[in-house]
């Protein structure tokens, strides 16, 4: 009996072995939506990656060791770009002396040269807190963007596994679609409702894509600027704001403070609605299932009385 159960366990270890082709591709993603992203348009053909999980504000990560390991064995690096991993990223593929991800290289992979970027600065002032001067790089959580981005890969992962390349290419080309048409009819839902209804206020201004995307209008930002905490004066002006138009969803990713956020709501009215920072990409959530998922809080958010 126990000798049976040994055989068959020895069975199925060899099949899921055999499974996984012999030279799977090494993709490593700092984002997990975009690993999301990554491991639809690769198939079975890579092994993929996520670097942060949506939990973790993306502007920060600890320098893991693990991290560097990955990066070292890595066929391609996967990253936002505008600077939103510029605090980390830099530092640790140096350390992974990795020469194929080096930037530049094949195997370096920046998301932002395929998205249509909003909220370029004119000008180019740090005092203004933490501008990133090739614009806004919150563009994770679009469709439109991810759809862009799915396009992309099939061809950078084509060419680092020209043996698949078709395969990529149709993978690619199907997410893009599905998520194109996705994007299409939420937006449209949106746009049924009535304008003041499609009023938010966000507590980072990381939301900007998002709101364009489904046609909302930002009424104000926690954050007095971008990374800067708000001080006592700021809340007042966000609250007078809030009251002036009352009753508005603010929207906030997961990972940031809620205390300042739930004063405002406290003293103005609406509520709080609490985002998914990211595809939960190690618990096997789809990209699209994400950003379905978000629509759908927002939705809730701003239609809720
Ligand atoms: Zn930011």
Redesign the pocket.
Known sequence: MQQKKLSSFLALACGLLAALPAHALQVVATLPSLAALAKEVAGPHAQVEAMLSPRQD??YADAKPSLVLALNRADLLIFNGLE?EVGWLPGLVRQARNPKILPGAAGSFDASRFVQKLHVPATLDRAQG?I?PGG???FAWDPRAGAAIAEGLGRALGQADPAHAADYQKNAAELAGRLRALAASEQKRFQALAAPQRQVAVY???LVYLVDWLGLQQVTTVEPR??IPPDPAHLAKVIGQLKAVHGLALLQEEYYPRSASDQVVRLAGGRVAVLQGGARFSEGQRYDEYVRGLAAAVFAAITSK
């Open positions: 993306p502007h939103l933490d990133h806004n790089p919150h980072h201004d990381s971008p990374g």
